[in-house]
């Protein structure tokens, strides 16, 4: 905090240009080398792609370790780009005709990071360990292939809906069709793993990864700085040009702005309101900042196992209370209000189905009806972040006109998210979804599914359960015939509306600003910060060119 403190003192007294410091050198060719640096204002929490599940995580995780199949990277030019699967570790594959047998082989001779060879044997064991570790969010991701079901209930050690003939290829077998599972392919936690470096690692496997992405670990002082460096093993050298990635941790969102403008970080994202209506009013930085849809959603969640909230009524009344504009003015227009989790652009999506009105009549009647005529006291937590805490202050102001009373809870982003996947956790509480792929299975089953329900990690955090929601959504993962599978999200969109386990509010933009001579980089819909293929267009000596 003093390193904080001593930069905002030293901004106050620097001068008043405030424009880009840099710019590009003009290499009309990728230059290899350099560190790009950029900062969080949380932490990281673990490497171990098992169990990674939140945003900060992500970044390095994604760095770390390569998957079967991946997405192209993005593009300012063409939004569609970044969206499209294209091959990893995976040198080709094969579909079924009839949409249950997926086969892939290897690309030759891979390593990991270590040199160590890589064999098609431990990506079934990497899968087979997230099925059987309770901590792990992503075993109920498989459950559709066949046999998952049996060690997912611990009945079984190893699913025999996978195999490996041999070491260059691995076969996945479908009880049925499943539209997304290609997708489902590209997450982290399917990447492989070592049994024996995972035994050898034990407890610390969370800080010892073994990866065989285009980066690997070179050092971590937990919740102070995390720097990945180039893998001088990885299978496509050429993919990569930075030498290192250097991700500062805990930093608030305004300092972070105020070391990217002294030249210190290669991008800032997700800007404090008053930094972000100042840079996009600029002349000389408009140009570096990319503003883009992601898949993701945005309002606030209801235990609905718990009172008052295990009654529609009082959720139902609450989407009324809530007056969405007020949200869209906060986030400086930068939003788009929703009427449920499938956002903008989302197969599945009904774009006819309008979000809840403002309408605090409603919502007092529907209170009343539910027998709490002049309303309630509740707890509403939310994480230590800026833009949560004002947003949280604005929910607060709207639910009081119709009598419910909001005491706001802060929590560190740690804390905030062990606590919301418990049962026993918190009633009522802001909550996020960042798509992991660009499939309604990965909203609507992974968030309201009741096979998502644990006792810890709980994707499905409401803990909703609606058996003809979970047949519904049964039945639109293995459906073949588009239009009729679109019908059934339809179907399912307006049974989570009626419902409405959440607070449905909005869903954001994503706005990063970088340096004039960052190069090969555009936020990625589905990756968000995916820096492995950026490179940095300084000069010779390897600094920043002054402007």
Known sequence: MRASLALVALAACGSPDRGPKFRAAGSPTPREGGSLRFATKDQVRTL????????????????????????????????????????????????????????????PDLVYSDGTPLVADDIKYSLERAMTMPDSPFGQFLAGISGAGDVLSGKAPRCKGISTPSPRQIVFTLDQPNAAFLYILTMSFTTPQRREHVALAGDQIRR????????????????????????????????????????????????????FERGELESADRLSSPDLLWVIDQPDWRPYVHRRDVLNAYGSRFNVQQKPFDDRRVRQALNYALDKQHTIKLLNGAATPSHGLLPPGMFGRDDTLAPYPHDPAKARALLAEAGYPNGFDTD?????????????????????????????????????????????????????????????????????????????????????????????????????????????????????????????????????????????????????RDYSSAWLDVGPDGTPVPR
């Open 48 to 107: 171990d792609p098992a169990i990674e599940y939140d945003d900060f995580s992500s970044l390095p995780v994604h760095a770390l370790f390569d998957t079967l199949v991946d997405y192209e990277p993005s593009s300012e030019r063409d939004p569609a780009v970044g969206l499209a699967i294209v091959p990893r570790l995976a040198e080709t594959w094969q579909i079924s005709p009839d949409g249950r047998r997926y086969t892939f082989t290897l690309r």
């Open 380 to 528: 509403y937590v939310i994480m230590n972040d800026e833009e949560a805490e004002k947003l949280a202050g604005s929910l607060q102001g709207d639910l009081a006109e119709v009598g419910v009373h909001v005491h706001i809870s802060i929590m560190s982003f740690s804390t905030y998210v062990t606590a919301l996947g418990r049962p026993d956790g918190p009633a009522f509480a802001k909550s996020t979804w960042v798509g992991d792929y660009p499939d309604p299975t990965n909203f609507l089953d992974a968030r309201f599914h009741s096979r998502m329900i644990a006792e810890e990690n709980s994707n499905n955090d409401s803990f909703y359960r609606n058996p003809e929601l979970d047949a519904l959504l049964d039945r639109a993962r293995g459906e073949t015939n588009r239009d009729a599978r679109a019908a059934m999200y339809h179907r399912a969109e307006r049974i989570l509306y009626d419902d409405a386990p959440w607070i449905w509010d909005y869903h954001q933009m994503m706005t990063e600003v970088t340096q004039p001579y960052l190069m090969g980089y555009a936020p990625h819909p589905i990756w968000l």
């Open 208 to 259: 010892q990864p073994l990866g065989c992405g285009p980066f690997r670990l070179a050092a971590w002082d937990e919740g102070q700085r995390l720097v990945l460096e180039r893998n001088p093993h990885y299978w496509d050298p050429q993919r990569v040009h930075l030498d290192s990635i250097v991700m500062i941790e805990n930093i608030p969102r305004d300092t972070q702005f105020l070391m």
